[in-house]
């Protein structure tokens, strides 16, 4: 049992289960050059980024493209969603599908940092040290993806 499981805090709804959110800003390449402190479980992915301070430093570089998770904000550019009943048009289907070509490297990106195994397994630590073992992780990345 994770030491936190008294926390209802870091409850996920989503996935039912106790963890943490990372931000991750990773390149069109899949090279990761930021990483976020660690955010509760229950915490929505646009609340996490704005609470991380990445919106002004969205809206400098002239945006960045994300998941569905963070629509609504004004800074980043998302894929078109499909209304229930309602099916795409033929450009929306389009305009995604070449976004998703875009992205794909950047959560290439993402599941390379997952295959650390103090971010794949549940976290055992005090959760003081988090935010370090995190960091410590996607600095191994980023030396991993320089060799």
């Known amino acids: 049992m994770a030491p936190w499981h008294h926390r209802k805090d870091l409850l996920s709804g ?34 996490c980024f704005r609470e991380a301070g990445w919106v002004q430093l969205v809206r400098r570089s002239s945006g960045c493209m994300t998941d569905l998770g963070y629509e609504g904000e004004p800074a980043l550019h998302t894929p078109v969603k499909k209304k229930p009943g309602i099916p795409l048009a033929g ?6 599908t070449e976004f998703a070509s875009v992205r794909v490297a950047a959560e290439w990106g993402v599941a390379h940092t997952k295959n650390w195994r103090i ?14 073992d ?14």
């Open 91 to 96: 450009w929306q289907r389009q305009l995604n």
């Open 134 to 147: 995190t960091q410590a992780a996607v600095g191994l990345q980023r030396i991993n993806e320089r060799q």
């Open 14 to 47: 989503k996935h039912r289960r106790h963890g943490v959110y990372v931000q991750l800003a990773v390149d069109l390449h899949g090279r990761i050059f930021g990483a976020s402190r660690a955010f509760r479980g229950s915490w929505h992915d646009v609340h």
């Open 119 to 132: 971010l794949t397994t549940r976290y055992r630590s005090d959760l003081s040290r988090i935010d370090t």
